[in-house]
């Protein structure tokens, strides 16, 4: 599978780039996991938004769903053009009132994910952890083949995070603050979390995201290196893994 980062920025994007959004290709089979503030507009650098097969969503902030909408409205817009139908499954949980529907409009329709239970979307098995931030937020680990990768999603650290992504080829983590800071109340991890995560739960590579407005990111790759000796990657635009 390829993963592909669109948009790595918290809370709003820096001029040109986007908040989360995760391309997972395998076999012609695109899988878009978030879909924030400027996905939309830079994941067209990379694919056809006809090309979509799939979105997952791992909670309702807006850094992870602005673009739905704009979304809903191009499906809506390339359906009528090319005068076919069509739905575009929009994956979420329903544990947050009104917001799953959200997601159905006239060519995508929403559906809702048991946390509990693993989706199969595609030719990616997910299984969820639900994470530790403010409102219902679930991260994912995501399989295909022999090929494992794990995204944090929004998530304050707790130990749980090293068995469930245990041994991951590629390890995606909120690293919205630097080494030292308390990020437990809005929920985030900072550099050095992640990266023991990524230590102790033996994965191959470890990519920093959901990057913060202040400071120097280059710090949390030095902060980072520290803790874990694998491959660690400060996310950017493009950025993609393959295996
Ligand atoms: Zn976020
Ligand atoms: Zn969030």
């Not at 076999?27 to 090309?51: A, H, P, W």
């Not at 809506?76 to 139908?85: D, E, I, N």
């Not at 219902?136 to 995501?142: A, K, S, V």
């Not at 023991?196 to 994965?203: D, G, N």
Request: aromatic letters at 10%.
């Amino acid at each position: 599978m390829k993963v592909t980062v669109i948009g790595y920025w918290g809370a709003y994007p820096a001029a040109g780039s986007a908040t989360s959004g995760y391309l997972f290709e395998k076999d012609g089979f695109t899988m878009l996991v978030d879909c924030g503030s400027g996905v939309l507009s830079r994941l067209q650098q990379y694919k056809n938004i006809e090309s979509i097969d799939a979105v997952v969503l791992s909670h309702y902030h807006h850094d992870h769903v602005a673009d739905i909408g704009p979304l809903q409205y191009a499906c809506l817009v390339k359906h009528t053009l090319a005068g076919t139908k069509g739905n575009l499954p929009i994956y979420g949980h329903d544990e947050v009132p009104r917001k799953l529907e959200t997601l159905t409009h006239q060519h995508t329709k929403g559906v809702a994910y048991d946390p509990e239970k693993t989706l199969e979307v595609g030719p990616f098995t997910i299984q969820f952890q639900k994470t530790q931030h403010p409102v219902p937020c679930y991260g994912m680990r995501i399989e295909e083949g022999d090929n494992t990768v794990v995204y944090t999603a929004d998530t304050g650290y707790f130990p749980e995070w090293a068995s469930f992504a245990r041994h991951a080829d590629l390890l995606i983590t909120d690293t919205n603050f630097y080494k030292g800071m308390d990020g437990k109340g809005p929920g985030h991890m900072t550099s050095t979390e992640a990266a023991s995560i990524a230590a102790e739960a033996q994965v191959q590579e470890l990519w920093l995201s959901h990057l913060p407005h202040f400071g120097k990111l280059t710090s949390l790759l030095q902060e980072a290196e520290d803790v874990f000796s694998g491959t660690i990657r400060l996310a950017e635009e493009g950025l993609s893994w393959s295996k």
